[in-house]
């Protein structure tokens, strides 16, 4: 069975040892962590990720209330329940103080040993439940992620089959200019460019909207580690995010293979890579 992890937190230790005692001696199979002030659970907190805290409400660097409310203001540990104790500040005003800043529960000094055991299964037990929710919704967000890359690819699949198609359709209408008048030339060089116009204004368009709902904030990122990027340059590391080769890059932006190695050189220049680094793996970690 996985040891339940406490973290006790106090400025005197010869208390923080009789808590220590009072949990041995209860035989619970928990993991002990202990620190003289705030800013030293702080330290723990992020290290252990403990299922409980216990704190004093007064001790030196770094009070009780300021602990809970820097644990409450990350994200990592602030689903970790946090209990109270104090033997001075027992007001009602002193007791929604802590509670509004993140406190579940309270203890009053001198503790009781019964008191401390049964608040703690019941701490514990909020904890197991908190971490229980957490991990479902993980697992739902996870799902629902994986469901959306799937969707993304699939789309660009369709359109890099449809502009293939598509590059054929062109090369056949340009093969009856020879056969046509001035007019109908121009109708033909009109029907190449509104389809090239309407690929880019819509196709890419929606498969961008794809991308952003499965790669949140990337390009947020990527602005705000490369600002110099062209658009056009971001339109390639948008692909390259995907593990996209040169040859399905250029067939997406109706461009040529050497055309998209020039720009992706430039990319990497621009991102300061030596040459042994791969600029598809570093847009991935981005």
């Known amino acids: 069975m996985k040891?339940?992890?406490?973290?006790i937190v106090d400025d005197e230790p010869a208390l923080l040892e009789g808590i220590v005692n009072y949990y041995i001696e209860s035989h619970e199979p928990y993991e002990l962590y202990q620190a003289l002030n705030g800013e030293t659970a702080l330290r723990v907190?992020?290290?252990?990720?403990?299922?409980?805290?216990?704190?004093?409400?007064?001790?030196?660097?770094?009070?009780?209330?300021?602990?809970?409310?820097?644990?409450?203001?990350?994200?990592?540990?602030c689903d970790i329940p946090v209990v109270m104790m104090t033997g001075f500040m027992l007001s009602a005003y002193d007791l929604r103080t802590a509670m509004s800043?993140?406190?579940?529960?309270?203890?009053?000094?001198?503790?009781?040993?019964?008191?401390?055991?049964?608040?703690?299964?019941?701490?514990?037990?909020?904890?197991?439940?908190?971490?229980?929710?957490?991990?479902?919704?993980?697992?739902?967000?996870?799902?629902?992620?994986?469901?959306?890359?799937?969707?993304?690819?699939?789309a660009a699949l369709h359109l890099a089959n449809y502009q293939k198609r598509n590059e054929e359709i062109l090369v056949e209408i340009k093969r009856l200019i020879p056969y046509?008048?001035?007019?109908?030339?121009?109708?033909?060089r009109k029907i190449v460019s509104d389809n090239k116009s309407n690929y880019?204004?819509?196709?890419?368009?929606?498969?961008?909207?794809?991308?952003?709902?499965?790669?949140?904030?990337?390009?947020?990122?990527?602005?705000?580690k490369h600002p110099e990027l062209t658009s056009t340059e971001k339109k390639i590391c948008t692909f390259l995010k995907m593990n996209m080769n040169t040859k399905e890059i250029a067939m997406l932006l109706l461009s040529t293979p050497a055309s998209i190695e020039v720009t992706?050189?430039?990319?990497?220049?621009?991102?300061?890579?030596?040459h042994h680094e791969s600029l598809t793996g570093y847009i991935a970690g981005i």
């Open 3 to 7: 040891k339940q992890k406490i973290l």
């Open 45 to 77: 907190v992020k290290e252990v990720m403990p299922d409980l805290v216990l704190t004093d409400w007064d001790m030196p660097v770094m009070d009780g209330l300021q602990l809970i409310a820097k644990m409450k203001a990350s994200k990592v540990c």
């Open 101 to 154: 800043v993140g406190a579940v529960d309270y203890i009053r000094k001198p503790i009781d040993k019964i008191e401390l055991l049964a608040r703690t299964k019941s701490m514990l037990r909020i904890s197991s439940a908190n971490k229980t929710i957490r991990q479902q919704e993980e697992d739902r967000l996870n799902t629902e992620l994986d469901h959306h890359k799937k969707e993304l690819a699939i």
């Open 180 to 188: 046509i008048n001035k007019e109908g030339m121009e109708i033909v």
């Open 200 to 224: 880019e204004n819509d196709f890419l368009n929606i498969f961008e909207t794809q991308f952003k709902d499965v790669h949140t904030d990337f390009y947020e990122r990527l602005d705000e």
């Open 264 to 274: 992706r050189a430039r990319i990497r220049k621009k991102f300061n890579l030596d």
